[in-house]
């Protein structure tokens, strides 16, 4: 039990934290509303404890064995991560039509979001190195922190995109929207900086 409840305190404070996943929730819930944007919660919820499946099962032991493997994800995740905060500067307007400009991200491109999101890579290799036995029951304990990140992915994904649904009701300008996602998109850049530095 003393295990467990570790394991949900290092999954509720890093689900909640701020990271690129909490960043894009918070936009998509200011610019498009929660229901609009239930795939992109979706997507991170289900999304995530796969990916902590995959490393605890092994993956994380394929960018031990090639290093040059992570330096790789690293330098694309920072490439992807610039073109999604682009989307997000440029997200919630209207264009000359009058239509909004851009649309929330979709469950499938959420969920393959965690193979490129260095927190989500941090979180997994994190836990399987704290609450994974080395030699011990393996399977065992990768499934119970899967359950344990599944349980803590919803309320913090809910939680941000209704954090940014909130603050909607203060977006009432093109240029408020505008700065707000600018700042939203900075954001997310400068969340990357420590992962290659």
């Given at each position: 039990m003393q295990t467990?409840?570790?394991?949900f305190g290092f999954a509720l404070i890093t689900a909640f934290t701020p990271g690129p996943n909490n960043t894009m929730l918070m936009v998509s819930g200011a610019n498009w509303g929660f229901w609009p944007s239930l795939p992109h919660v979706m997507g991170i919820t289900i999304g995530f404890p796969l990916m902590?499946?995959?490393v605890g099962m092994g993956l994380g032991g394929v960018f031990d064995a090639y290093p040059v493997l992570h330096d790789i994800l690293k330098y694309v995740a920072?490439?992807?991560?610039?073109?999604?905060?682009?989307?997000?500067a440029n997200a919630?307007?209207?264009?000359?039509?009058?239509?909004?400009?851009?649309?929330p991200m979709s469950f499938t491109a959420a969920a393959l979001f965690q193979w490129v999101?260095?927190?989500a890579w941090m979180m997994a290799i994190g836990a399987m190195a704290l609450?994974?036995?080395?030699?011990?029951?393996?399977?065992?304990?990768?499934?119970?922190?899967?359950?344990?990140f599944a349980s803590t992915a919803l309320p913090s994904a809910s939680v941000w995109c209704l954090f940014g649904t909130g603050?909607?009701?203060?977006?009432?300008s093109e240029r408020r929207v505008a700065i707000f996602?600018?700042?939203?998109?900075?954001?997310?850049?400068?969340?990357?900086v420590p992962t290659l530095l």
């Open positions: 467990l409840f570790a394991m902590v499946f995959a920072f490439a992807y991560l610039l073109y999604l905060a682009w989307k997000l919630g307007r209207h264009d000359a039509s009058g239509a909004r400009v851009g649309k999101n260095p927190k609450y994974v036995p080395a030699g011990g029951d393996v399977l065992h304990a990768v499934l119970l922190l899967v359950l344990v603050i909607a009701r203060f977006l009432d996602n600018a700042v939203m998109a900075l954001l997310l850049v400068v969340s990357m």
